[in-house]
């Protein structure tokens, strides 16, 4: 299948296709119907063009035009859902990482976490789905596992700190929180901060 390489760069970034000139709100339209479908439990094998299409208020042809296939297509979703690649500023460990917590719970992707609950079992099942995936969230790491090195590196953060831990450490509550609401009595505002001070009262020098 090709659509790995249709769909995203080696970054993970959505690469422009050849010809006419895309429109913005059609494509917004059909991302959103695509994460729409999939926040309401359907699988990748139960979404189909028509779907997409009748949600987005778009013809198949438009589609079609944009994306070679479904899976190129729910892989640009969810591209979308995670947005642009973050830019920490290289001040601070401690405000880099809570600017990426935060990135990773905002827009698209707070309102569409149960589209990722729904596509976990998809990435199980499928390689070329997992792979796809891989690619785009794989960029993304790399830009927190860059900040945490850096902290070591100067000093902020312990010398002997487990980078790959400390990276799913950070992550996976906050994948919980924002997919599952695991637990509903933590208040949104001031979750990435909190999260960031606990793991670094472990982690700092």
Known sequence: MNAMTTAVNETGQERKAPGRPRNAQADEAILDAVLELLSSGQSVAAISIEAVAARAGVG????????????????????????????????????????LVK??????????????????????????????HQAIVEPRRDVMRQVLRRGVENGELRPDLDIEMTLLMIQGPSMMQNMLNWNPSIPEEGFSETLIDAILRGAAA
């Open 60 to 99: 198949k042809a438009t589609i079609y035009r944009r994306w070679p296939n479904k899976e190129a297509l729910i892989i640009d979703a969810i591209a979308a859902m995670k947005g642009a690649l973050p830019e920490p500023a290289g001040v601070s460990v401690r405000d880099d990482l809570v600017m």
């Open 103 to 132: 990135a990773n719970r905002s827009g698209r992707a707070k309102r569409f976490g149960k589209a990722t609950v729904c596509l976990l079992p998809e990435f199980l099942r499928d390689e070329t789905l997992h792979q796809m």
